[in-house]
C-alpha cells in the first residue's frame, strides 16, 4: 500500500485504551451493566454453591460412608487364615478382617493405674487401612494400642495419648481369675463412626483375649501361666468386611451367599439405591432450573452489549471518519464488553463469597461435619468467568460488526 | 509547477428516498487541484453534506464511472474500485490520513480530553508530536480548554476544537460542512477567519460547505457550479466544475 494510506497508529491498543477511558468517562453507565452483571449471576452461583455444598457433599457422605460399603455376616461362621488371605486378594474388597466371637470379645476398660472409673467395651478387631479408622486414627497394631469411641473415652475421661488398662477375667473350675494389659490409647473415633462402648485393637490382642477365655496361655503377656498355649488350626467365626465402592456390594454379597456354604449377610443395598435416586431427581431438578437461569443470565447480558453497542454507533462513526479500519473498532465493543464482564463477573464471585460464608456460619451447627453447605471450587469459578467472558465477545462482536458495517456518515448523521 | 488533481469524478451519482421525494446527487465532472478553495452552495437539504461524505469516503455512490482521489502527486487510488470491491480499510487508511473534516456539530469524542482529541489524528498517522497542538490551539483560543472534556466546552469553543482536529494530521485536504452555521454571528466570523487562515498558511485543499455567500466571496474561494433540476417529481441536484 502506497504512504499515503498508511495509519499504523490505529492499532487495538489504542482502541482498547479509548474503550477503557469511555467506560471510566460514563461511570453510571459502566456500573449499571457491572451491578446489572452481578445481580443475575450472584444468584445463580448462590444456587451453584448450595447444590454443590448441600447434596452433592450430603450424598457423597451418605455414598462414601464405609459403613454403607460394609458387609455384615449374619450369625457364625468357620473361617480359617486362608479364606482370609483368599478375601484379601480380590480387587472388589478394599478391607477384611477377622473377627473373634463376641462374647469372648468384651473386657473391662480403667483409667489410670487403678481406681479409675470403669467401662466395659466391645472390642473390635481393626488394621491398618481400616476405612473407619483412616480419617481419625492411625490403627492400633500389637498388643499395646487401642483407638477409643468417643463414648468410652467421655466415660473413662481419657484422651490421646493417656494409657487404660484392660482387664481380662476367665470362670476356671468355679474360680475366677483376671490378668490385665496397659494400651496406650492413640486415637478416639467420633459417635458418627462409633456410637457405642467400644475399642478398636490388633486381632493378634482379640485372639489372645478369646484363647486366655477358652482356657489357655498367652506366654507373651505372661496371662495363664501354667496352662498350654494355643497350638490348633485356628478358625475365626466372623470377619469384618468392606468393599471399595458401592457397585461392589452385590458382586461380594453373590459370592459370600453363594458357593455352598449359604452364609446369610446384611448390606446398605436398598437405603444406598434409595439416596442414589434422592440424588438423581435432584441432580435433574437443579438442572432445570439452572439451565433456564443461565440461558437467562447468558441473554440478558447479551442483550446489554448489544444495546451498549447501539448506543456508541455515533462514537465508533468517529472513530472510522478518523481513519480507524472496521477490525481494529470492533475492539472498542469487544474490550468494554470484557471489562464489564470480568469487574460484573468478579464482583458476583465476591458477593458469592460474603454470602456463602453468611450461610455457612448460620447453618454452622447443622452442618456438623460438612466443610460448607454453600460452596464452589475455584474451577467453578473460572468456568463462570470463562463462560461469561464468551457471551460478552460473542454479542460485542456481533453487534459490532454490524455497526461498522454502515458506511460512517450514516452513523454520524442519523443522530 | 502545475497544480495536481486531489479529485477526479465523472457521472458519479448518490440517490436517496425522503418520505416523500425522491433526491439525486449529481456530480457530472468534478476536477478539484490541489490547493483549490472551493465553496460548496446551495439551499439547505440539496445535498451539500452528501457532497462532502461522498468526497470524504464516509458514504458510497449509487453510481460512478469514475472517482479518483490524488492526495500527493503521483499516489492516485481508485475509489470507485475501493468501493465497488468493499476495500473499507484502504478507504478508511485514505481518510485517516489525508482528509480532514469538520462536521457542522459535534464529531469530538466526549470521552477523552480536547488535547487528546485534537492529537489523536496525529497519532494514528505516527506523525511525531512536535508543538502542532499547542500552535493550533494558540492560533484557534483554546489554550485553557486542552485539558477539559468536549461537554465542558461552549458550542464555539467546541468548533474551534473540530478545526484545530481537522488540521492536525496535516491532511492535504479539508472538507467542512457549515462548520460555523451553529455559532452566533460574531463568533462564527471569527472562527472561519482562523479556520481560513490555518488552510492557506498549511497549503491544504479546502472544499467548504456554505450559505453564506458573501462571506464565501470575500474570501476569494472557487464556486462549485450548482443546478437545482426537477423532473417527474425527483429532485436532481448537480454540482460540477
Known amino acids: ?88 486378594g480380590r480387587e472388589e474388597i478394599s478391607f477384611v478382617i477377622p473377627r473373634t466371637r463376641g462374647a469372648a470379645a468384651t473386657i473391662d476398660l480403667r483409667s489410670g493405674q487403678s481406681g ?26 500389637g498388643d499395646s494400642t487401642i483407638v477409643l469411641s468417643a463414648r468410652t473415652a467421655r466415660l473413662l475421661e481419657v484422651s490421646k495419648g493417656d494409657k487404660v488398662k484392660a482387664s481380662v477375667r476367665r470362670k476356671r473350675d468355679g474360680q475366677w ?187 454452622a451447627q447443622a452442618a456438623g461435619q460438612f466443610e460448607g453447605l454453600c460452596r464452589l471450587l475455584p474451577i467453578h469459578f473460572a468456568i463462570t468467568l470463562v463462560a461469561t467472558l464468551i457471551s460478552a465477545v460473542l454479542s460485542a462482536a456481533m453487534a459490532a460488526y454490524r455497526a461498522t458495517r454502515i458506511e460512517p456518515s450514516k452513523g454520524l448523521r442519523e443522530l | 509547477m502545475k497544480a495536481h488533481t486531489v479529485f477526479s469524478l465523472r457521472n458519479v451519482k448518490k440517490t436517496w428516498a425522503a418520505p416523500d421525494e425522491e ?3 449529481s456530480i457530472p465532472h468534478l476536477e478539484i487541484k490541489a490547493g483549490q478553495q472551493i465553496a460548496v452552495q446551495g439551499q439547505s437539504g440539496c445535498g451539500k453534506s452528501t457532497l462532502l461524505d461522498v468526497l470524504a469516503m464516509t458514504l458510497e455512490p449509487t453510481s460512478s464511472e469514475h472517482f479518483r482521489f490524488e492526495p500527493k502527486k503521483g499516489s492516485s487510488a481508485d475509489i470507485r474500485d475501493a468501493w465497488a470491491n468493499r476495500r473499507m480499510d484502504q478507504l478508511a487508511g485514505l481518510r485517516g490520513r489525508n482528509i480532514g473534516y469538520v462536521l457542522q456539530t459535534g464529531g469530538l469524542l466526549p470521552f477523552i480530553t480536547v488535547r487528546e482529541n485534537i ?84 497549503g491544504i485543499t479546502l472544499l467548504l460547505a456554505s450559505h453564506d455567500w458573501v462571506r464565501v466571496d470575500e474570501l476569494g474561494f472557487t464556486k462549485l457550479h450548482h443546478e437545482q433540476i426537477e423532473e417527474n417529481g425527483t429532485l436532481r441536484s448537480e454540482y460540477y466544475s
Open chain 1, 1 to 88: 500500500m502506497s504512504q499515503s494510506t498508511q495509519n499504523s497508529g490505529a492499532t487495538p491498543l489504542r482502541i482498547a485504551r479509548l474503550a477503557a477511558r469511555d467506560l471510566l468517562h460514563q461511570k453510571m453507565a459502566s456500573l449499571v451493566m457491572v451491578f446489572g452483571l452481578a445481580a443475575v449471576l450472584t444468584p445463580l452461583l448462590v444456587l451453584f454453591g448450595l447444590k454443590f455444598g448441600v447434596i452433592d457433599n450430603l450424598v457423597r457422605e451418605l455414598v462414601e460412608d464405609p459403613q454403607n460399603r460394609e458387609i455384615r455376616l449374619v450369625g457364625h461362621g468357620r473361617f480359617d487364615k486362608y479364606w482370609f488371605k483368599d478375601m484379601a
Open chain 1, 116 to 141: 479409675g472409673t470403669k467401662a466395659t467395651v466391645e472390642l473390635i478387631p481393626s488394621a491398618p487401612g481400616d476405612p473407619l479408622l483412616e480419617k481419625y486414627a492411625k490403627a492400633p497394631v
Open chain 1, 177 to 363: 481369675s483376671r490378668e490385665h494389659v496397659f494400651l496406650r490409647v492413640t486415637g478416639v473415633v467420633p459417635d458418627s463412626v462409633f456410637a457405642r462402648k467400644g475399642g478398636f485393637v490388633s486381632p493378634g490382642l482379640l485372639t489372645a483375649i478369646e484363647d486366655y477365655r477358652d482356657g489357655y496361655a498367652i506366654p507373651r503377656l505372661s496371662w495363664g501361666q501354667g496352662d498350654k498355649p494355643f497350638d490348633g488350626k485356628r478358625y475365626f467365626s466372623g470377619f469384618r468386611l468392606y468393599v471399595r465402592s458401592l457397585d461392589d456390594v452385590p458382586v461380594v454379597r453373590d459370592l459370600l451367599i453363594g458357593g455352598g456354604k449359604g452364609y446369610e449377610v446384611i448390606t446398605q443395598a436398598k437405603a444406598i439405591e434409595e439416596v442414589r435416586l434422592f440424588d438423581r431427581y435432584l441432580t435433574s431438578t437443579y438442572l432445570m432450573i439452572a439451565l433456564i437461569g443461565v440461558a437467562g443470565y447468558l441473554l440478558s447480558f447479551g442483550a446489554s452489549m448489544w444495546v451498549n453497542v447501539e448506543r456508541k454507533r455515533r462514537e465508533l462513526s468517529v472513530l472510522q471518519l478518523l481513519g480507524f479500519k472496521s477490525s481494529v473498532i470492533m475492539f472498542f465493543p469487544i474490550v468494554q464488553s470484557t471489562l464489564i464482564a470480568l469487574c460484573g463477573g468478579g464482583l458476583a464471585i465476591l458477593l458469592f463469597g460474603l454470602i456463602s460464608m453468611l450461610i455457612n456460619s448460620y447453618f
Open chain 2, 23 to 25: 433526491f439525486k446527487l
Open chain 2, 119 to 202: 492529537e489523536l489524528p496525529r497519532q494514528l498517522c505516527r506523525l511525531p508530536p512536535k508543538h502542532t497542538t499547542q500552535l493550533l490551539a494558540e492560533r484557534l483560543k483554546i489554550t485553557d480548554q486542552l485539558d477539559k472534556l468536549p461537554s465542558d466546552l461552549s458550542v464555539g469553543q467546541r468548533q474551534r476544537v473540530a478545526v484545530a482536529r481537522a488540521l492536525s494530521h496535516e491532511p492535504t485536504v479539508v472538507l467542512a460542512d457549515e462548520p460555523t452555521a451553529s455559532l452566533d454571528p460574531h463568533t462564527a466570523a471569527e472562527v472561519m477567519d482562523l479556520f481560513v487562515e490555518l488552510v492557506h498558511l498549511q
